[in-house]
């Protein structure tokens, strides 16, 4: 009996130590000086939030982050994907025909268990918005499976580990109808960045600010972001969220030098999206932001 409790005594020890070290590591992965992100995957050179566009970010060097959005499907399977619903715009049938307008709502991605969603193609009609995008017919990936593949290439290549900007895609209006509460969204992501033990290379950013506070209290070691695009100040903007993030994400329009000098006196830094011209990268850069979104990955590696 003694030995037993002497076991299950160190047992005890050795799996809070373990937790222990696992949040020290968490907190000690260094984020990148200047974190450069390929929005979407780079959906203005590849189709948005695939694979292959993530693959293809991976090229560039200086590239630090794969960013890219998630919903949930009927199955509670996460999804690599941006829009509510199945875009008219830009994808096809599983038969390759045309998405109708009159169709454009009766896609919800909550609403598809991911065995039909897999089979619409997402990357062979021409996107009028990013005319050098290449055409390739492929799919709306599972984030698991997506994270796979870009670890699986960084093993296999001897690349260097690349972070994860991953944006809950939901909001209040949307709660059970486009999106899971807040609550659901965050612990079936979590499952998934857990499971791959990708955690510390990992930012969750949201505009709906509900998931990331349920991260920040959670999940304190994650890292966040608020994404903001509105004219409240910055001093409004932390107010409404009541907590100081990681990162905060404006519109690239809304950066000027007050902003990010506010943002770096309480520790948090400034990463715009979504930049798409040298200039305007150029001109973000000069204001010393911590980083830059832009779908455009080879303008960011291109500037100054």
Known sequence: ????????FFSVVSVLGCKSTYKQK????????????????GR???????????????????????????????????????????????MLNPEGKEIPASDAKRYAIYQMNYGLLKTFDIGTKINSGF?????????????????????????????????????????????????????????LLMEVIEKKKITPYVVIQSFDKRTIQIINKKYPAVKTSFLVANKKTYEENMADLGYKPFILSPNYSMVDADLVKKAHADGIKVIPWTANTTEEINRLKSLKVDGIISDYPNLLVQSK
Do not use: W
């Open 44 to 90: 203005g050179l590849m189709p948005e939030n695939t694979i292959i566009a993530m693959l293809d970010a991976m090229k560039y060097e200086q590239i630090t982050t794969l960013e890219m959005d998630t919903h949930i499907t009927k199955d509670n399977q996460v999804v690599v994907t941006h829009d509510d619903y199945l875009s008219p715009g830009f």
């Open 1 to 8: 009996m003694k030995k037993y409790i002497f076991f299950s």
């Open 131 to 187: 005319t050098q995008q290449k055409k390739i017919k492929t799919y709306i990936p599972l984030l698991a499976d997506l994270i796979d593949s870009v670890q699986n290439e960084i093993k296999q290549k001897n690349k260097k580990q690349l972070f994860y900007n991953i944006e809950t895609k939901c909001d209040v209006v949307g709660d059970n109808v486009v999106n899971p509460t807040p609550e659901v969204f965050v612990k």
């Open 26 to 41: 968490n907190m000690q992965i260094k984020f990148p000086d200047f974190s450069a992100e390929a929005h979407r995957g």
